[in-house]
């Protein structure tokens, strides 16, 4: 038994792993966590699914070929040498991730800022948490997270702006549901511009209008003061600059009525919102990327600070503003100092003695003395080759980045690419020059830190395959052919002691950041290390709220208010562009895919790129449910599978982040995201781009079921997904083939013995089906039509898990439906216990259930992370009406 931590979100869940027969492994939650107790959601209870070698980087590669380490490390230690030597330290750079270890972060930072001497180090958590360090930093002094997931237990009213908690951070909503079964005063308020899974659990939904959140905190903050809800005792003690943001506030909102017409809210519902605001002393406010994502991020997050310094709730139990990261170790990104624009262990390039500081704790031979590129401007400094040398480590820029296809062209141009990753095949491993295989989950150990300054392990329970190795020890190695000293680590422990004796170096209380109880373990004790809240004084003692004592770290020692002009999205509608596009993750997938994407049950849920957008704004451009539609902005366009829901807001739509050229075509959404950033953090706009949407006219469209991947290079658009020994595409093209059933074979590269095909045309429809059997067994089958409107895919899905296919299902088959006396299941709800729409619609009919508590006892669904809850209360209420 290994206990770990789960890879995906900033939650930051325990877990139990249990080798059981065949090299297979049980993965739980692992109930003596404080993060989740017990408690996984989908993502996590599928883990044991993405364990496979069968797409891993496993050797070195030099210009598409194998190579060996030595070969490797060399060439590119010559090449950043090279051009160090002629351009200067500022012409090479590491783009790094939140995937990685706090040990690997601490490595390269140390090795770029200390060594090479040029900060051009930045991590993708710039496009996730980087506004909300700005404002944590310009309140308090520091980027401190006040709290913990112990007050979600204890508040009185929680708010969630920004964020869908219900399927972003699944544990910790199932937590907030429980809290508030336990609490019958708690009071939810959720603020989206579109109706989520976590209005499931809201008291209100205060559906504001996209980029207006500046203009609503503005508001509540004027409403609070001109009302007298202060404690006036804290604010003149501990605070700063109240006047100005009351001045700035005031003149923002001068009324109630004037807040409601901006935010496009009712008069009501936010007169209520304040009222339980002035009136709940334990309040929470919890914060995530729809707050951060913006070019006013900081400016977001500081208006919410504002209104929590000003009624004196902060550092006590069960209250405060709480920001929710994004990624597993995005936390520990920030301790070791990977955004380009801060120093390791919480200090700044502002402050010249923490420089010199850092410089003599690391005795670094060339540090560096100001702040480097920020992502967006650093990929800008690649495409103008000012940047001729670049490292990338466990991420994918080409997909994840703003404009996309700029960060493509980018990579294509530069002098020399280097990507460390675990997964051969990315849309940003095609443009390397250098791969080096690193060790994935599972294979390595360190530590991360979650949300709430957690510290866990990542303990390793599987065998490095291949050549891969740790990021830390690839960054050693080259750091030490460079000629640098004091890379000479031999373990995660090594490099961790030093992290945390650079925390506690010269730190008498001045900073936040300090693990000096922690900075002298040994290997067994490190080996050992139970999770752990920063900071943790060199008695050992570790302190889960900050605060508490109302001393801040700037330099009067009081918190700072900050006053507000709010700012509208950096790009704004037009005739052209009058759709406001909104992206974000869905329930069951992971960034791009790459580890989720492995998992059958995983896709079972959502398996295609979609975009959710209103009946009204869906009739007006004559645009049908389940359509191909075209969404294009001023940076591109792409195709994605039209989705109608009342739960949009009019004149918006939202689109998933996940998908790329290796699960689709055309259909990477940040292709055609606005690159424009928050002036202060850097963080882009991914929450509002201008677009606009049309019908995607194809000649043609199909699905294709089939046990082998199959290269579509005849559709315009294709998309793939892994399910339980099948692939499932879903295709489009423009122009239609003469022969459909050449074209089925050619695709399917039908020339195997013994494969038999039932098949059926219908020249009046020009519609087409077939269906290959090999051994008895239904090997692939190809519906195509001139309507999108084919029949459902689940129960042919089914067949395949059939050991023998009669001769009766053969004809059913074709005709894409079950026969009598046998079910559909219909599309995955619950992707823990994979139970599907139709069985539940027939349970809740058959069994007359109206709860989703009674589901649970039937069918299970709902019983795991809770995740579907939301939907199978829909469905009840869907199936009373």
């Excluded at 100092?337 to 003695?353: K, V």
């Excluded at 103008?384 to 990338?392: D, E, N, P, S, T």
């Amino acid at each position: 038994m290994v206990r770990t931590t789960c890879p995906y979100c900033g939650v930051g869940c325990g877990l139990v792993v249990t080798e059981e027969e065949n090299n297979q492994y049980s993965i739980k939650g692992d109930k003596d966590h404080p993060a989740n107790q017990g408690r996984l959601c989908s993502k996590g209870s599928a883990l044991a699914e993405t364990l496979g070698l069968d797409d891993r980087l496993l050797s070195p590669q030099i210009h598409g070929q194998v190579s060996d380490w030595n070969s490797a490390l060399g060439l590119v230690a010559n090449k950043f040498q090279q051009s160090i030597e002629h351009f200067g330290p500022d012409s090479v750079a590491f783009y790094v991730s939140g995937q990685l270890l706090t040990e690997d972060y601490y490595v390269a930072n140390k090795l770029m800022k200390g060594f090479i001497g040029s900060a051009n180090i930045d991590t993708n958590s710039r496009l996730c948490m980087s506004s909300s360090v700005v404002g944590h930093k310009r309140a308090f002094g520091s980027d401190t997270v006040p709290g913990c997931y112990e007050d979600w237990d204890q508040c009185n009213l929680m708010i969630l702006t920004g964020s869908n908690t219900a399927w972003c951070h699944p544990v910790l909503y199932q937590r907030l549901v429980l809290a508030k079964k336990n609490n019958p005063k708690l009071k939810v308020v959720v603020i989206d511009p579109r109706r989520t899974a976590t209005c499931d659990i809201a008291d209100l939904h205060l559906p504001l209008k996209p980029g207006t959140d500046v203009i609503l905190f503005n508001g509540l903050l004027a409403w609070l003061y001109q009302f007298g809800h202060m404690d006036n005792h804290f604010v003149a003690n501990h605070t700063e600059g109240l006047e100005q943001a009351i001045q700035s506030a005031a003149w923002t909102v001068p009324s109630l009525q004037v807040l409601a017409a901006l935010c496009e809210l009712a008069e009501d519902d936010l007169l209520r919102f304040f009222n339980w605001y002035a009136n709940t002393e334990k309040t929470i406010t919890v914060y995530s990327q729809g707050v951060n994502q913006s070019s006013s991020g900081s400016d977001k997050v500081n208006a919410i600070i504002n209104c929590h310094l000003l009624t004196g709730r902060i550092g006590k139990p069960a209250m405060g503003p709480f920001s929710v990261t994004g990624q597993p170790n995005a936390m520990g990104g920030r301790e070791v100092g990977a955004l380009s624009n801060q120093l390791a262990a919480h200090m700044d390039f502002t402050h010249s003695q923490d420089i010199d500081r850092v410089k003599r704790f690391w005795q670094a031979s060339n540090m560096a003395s100001e702040p480097g590129l920020k992502a967006i401007d650093l990929f800008k400094a690649v495409r103008q080759g000012q940047v001729k040398a670049l490292w990338i480590m466990a991420t994918n820029p080409a997909v994840s980045m703003p404009n996309a296809s700029e960060v493509r062209e980018a990579l294509k141009h530069c002098d020399f690419v280097v990507v460390s990753d675990c997964i051969s095949n990315t849309d940003t491993t095609a443009y390397a020059d250098v791969l080096l295989p690193a060790l994935a989950w599972g294979e390595k150990s360190g530590t991360v830190t979650n949300s709430e300054r957690c510290i866990s392990r990542q303990r390793s329970f599987l065998a490095a395959p291949g050549a891969a190795k740790p990021d830390w020890w690839i960054l050693s190695q080259v750091a030490q052919r460079l000629g640098f000293k004091g890379f000479e680590y031999h373990s995660p422990a090594q490099i961790f002691n030093e992290h945390a004796g650079l925390s506690a170096f010269e730190n008498q209380g001045e900073r936040d950041f300090d693990l000096s109880g922690l900075m002298d373990l040994d290997d067994h004790e490190y080996e050992r290390l139970k999770p752990t809240q920063w900071p943790i004084s060199a008695k050992g003692k570790s302190q889960p709220r900050l605060f508490d004592q109302k001393q801040f770290y700037t330099q009067s020692g009081k918190a700072q208010f900050i006053a507000l002009n709010p700012r509208p999205p950096a790009q704004i509608l037009n005739n052209e562009y009058p759709l406001v596009l909104n992206t974000g993750r869905i329930r069951d997938q992971w960034h791009t895919m790459t580890r989720t994407g492995k998992s059958p049950r995983l896709n079972g849920h959502i398996s295609e790129p979609f975009l959710q957008l209103h009946p009204f704004d869906a009739q007006s451009r004559q645009i049908e449910s389940g359509q191909l539609v075209s969404v294009s902005s001023r940076q591109g366009a792409v195709i994605l599978r039209a989705e109608l829901s009342q739960d949009q807001r009019i004149g918006s739509v939202f689109a998933p982040m996940h998908w790329n050229d290796q699960f689709a075509a055309n259909s990477g959404i940040d292709r055609i995201v606005n690159e424009h950033a928050d002036p202060w953090s850097g963080q882009p706009e991914f929450k509002h781009t201008p677009v606009q949407v049309k019908p995607y006219s194809a000649a043609w469209y199909g699905f294709v079921l089939s046990r082998e991947m199959i290269d579509f290079k005849s559709a315009s658009y294709w998309a793939r997904n892994r399910r339980a020994g099948l692939w499932h595409y879903e295709l489009a093209g423009l122009q239609a083939a003469k022969d459909w059933a050449t074209f089925a074979r050619a695709m399917l590269q039908s020339a195997q013995d013994g494969a038999e095909w039932s098949e059926m045309y219908d020249s009046s429809k020009k519609t087409y089906r077939g269906a290959r059997f090999i051994n008895g067994l239904l090997d692939s089958c190809v519906f195509i039509g001139t309507s999108f409107q084919l029949p459902p895919r689940d129960w042919l899905m089914q067949l395949f898990g059939d050991d023998r296919v009669t001769r009766q299902d053969r004809l059913r088959v074709l005709a894409g439906t079950p026969g009598q006396g046998q079910q559909d299941a219909g599309k995955i709800v619950c992707s823990c216990f994979c139970v599907g729409r139709n069985t539940l619609c027939e349970t809740i009919k058959s069994d007359h259930i109206n709860t989703a508590e009674q589901i649970g006892e039937k069918l299970q669904a709902g019983t795991n992370c809770g995740s579907c809850i939301p939907e199978l209360k829909e469905l009840i209420a869907e199936l009373s009406a």
